[in-house]
């Protein structure tokens, strides 16, 4: 039960964003392109200028159309809808952009987040600044930098990865190419794909610490903490479901001073006198470097081999 004093604070509060969401819907919306984040899963992460905007832009172009609708109508928001997906884009751009020429403002959603965070928009970005139209980004959420700051893991240098690639292969090029890099690394990705994904960072970024959020700002939001190791073994046991990002640890700098170049030559001069396990355990202990990186180094010289 709220006392008067809250209740009335409460009510102030109210009032004043609903000025200012009053001021901002007054105010003419110039023609171009507007880049417009919308919730990840709690519609209470809206901004008073996304709703400004969305109000006022004559039409938006969405992701999915009928997903949008739903967050548009919930706050009483009755615009044309558009879809511009991947799909449709080359089709949808030039018309998009001649809205833009002829003097409207046009604003892009995807279904959640932050438009061009793995989701379209870039292309249309790129060609409406080529033609030399306004183009604005109206900031907010976005699930890369929510499961980032919630991981509690360094932020000061991050490199977000998108999505690996589906094929386990190409995920470890991808991953190996990643592996020196001296960043906290996010990564997209989907709960079917989680553990399969975890596994082979695993093996080849080694026991780093990571993060997987899962299901952010939404009622069932978990964070799972572990090294990428411990977090694989507990989600093969117990699979998660709904939106997962994962979050890793920067490589400890051990293991980015030493060159693969000269990790593949002390196994060569190893593996002359040793089994394949010992190369890799007395290499590993001589450079004090991860072991699943000279095992993965081990690997590829044995199948060069083959
Ligand atoms: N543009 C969006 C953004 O800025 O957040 C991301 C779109 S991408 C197509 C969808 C992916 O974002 C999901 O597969 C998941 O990895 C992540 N994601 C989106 N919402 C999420 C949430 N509420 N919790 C965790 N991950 C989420």
Same mark, same amino acid.
């Given at each position: ?78 615009? &044309? %809808? !558009?879809?511009? +997906? $991947? ?5 949808? *751009?030039?018309? @998009?952009?001649?809205? #833009? /020429? ?112 899962? &299901? %952010? !700002?939404?009622? +069932? $939001? ?5 090294? *990428?190791?411990? @977090?694989?073994?507990? #989600? /093969? ?70």
């Amino acid at each position: 039960m709220q006392d008067d004093g809250t209740i009335e604070a409460n009510a102030r509060t109210v009032a004043r964003a609903g000025e200012k969401l009053a001021e901002l819907l007054e105010r003419p919306l110039a023609a171009g392109l507007y880049l417009v984040a919308t919730p990840i899963g709690n519609l209470g992460d809206i901004s008073l200028r996304t709703l400004a905007v969305l109000t006022r832009a004559p039409l938006i172009a969405a992701e999915d159309t009928r997903h949008s609708r739903k967050l548009l109508s919930h706050y009483n928001i009755h615009a &044309e %809808l !558009t879809p511009y +997906h $991947e799909h449709n884009a080359t089709r949808e *751009l030039p018309k @998009l952009l001649a809205r #833009i /020429e002829a003097g409207y403002a046009v604003a892009l959603i995807s279904d959640a987040g932050t438009p061009l965070v793995s989701d379209p928009g870039y292309k249309l970005v790129r060609e409406a600044l080529d033609a030399g139209l306004m183009v604005t980004s109206i900031p907010g959420p976005s699930a890369a930098l929510a499961a980032l700051t919630s991981a509690g893991l360094e932020t000061d240098t991050f490199l977000f990865g998108g999505f690996l690639p589906p094929k386990s292969g190409q995920r470890q090029t991808r991953l190996a190419a990643l592996r020196e890099t001296q960043a906290t690394l996010i990564f997209f990705e989907t709960a079917p794909r989680l553990a399969k994904s975890l596994e082979d960072m695993t093996a080849l970024l080694g026991p780093r610490e990571a993060v997987v959020a899962r &299901e %952010l !700002t939404k009622l +069932h $939001e978990t964070l799972h903490r572990g090294t *990428l190791e411990t @977090l694989t073994t507990e #989600i /093969e046991s117990q699979p998660v479901k709904g939106e997962v990002v994962v979050v890793i640890a920067p490589p400890s700098a051990d293991d980015v001073e030493v060159d693969d170049a000269c990790l593949l030559a002390d196994l060569e001069a190893a593996l002359k006198t040793m089994s394949f396990r010992d190369a890799v355990h007395a290499v590993t202990e001589a450079r004090s470097v991860k072991r699943a990186r000279v095992y993965q180094l081990g690997l590829s010289l044995t199948k060069r081999g083959e």
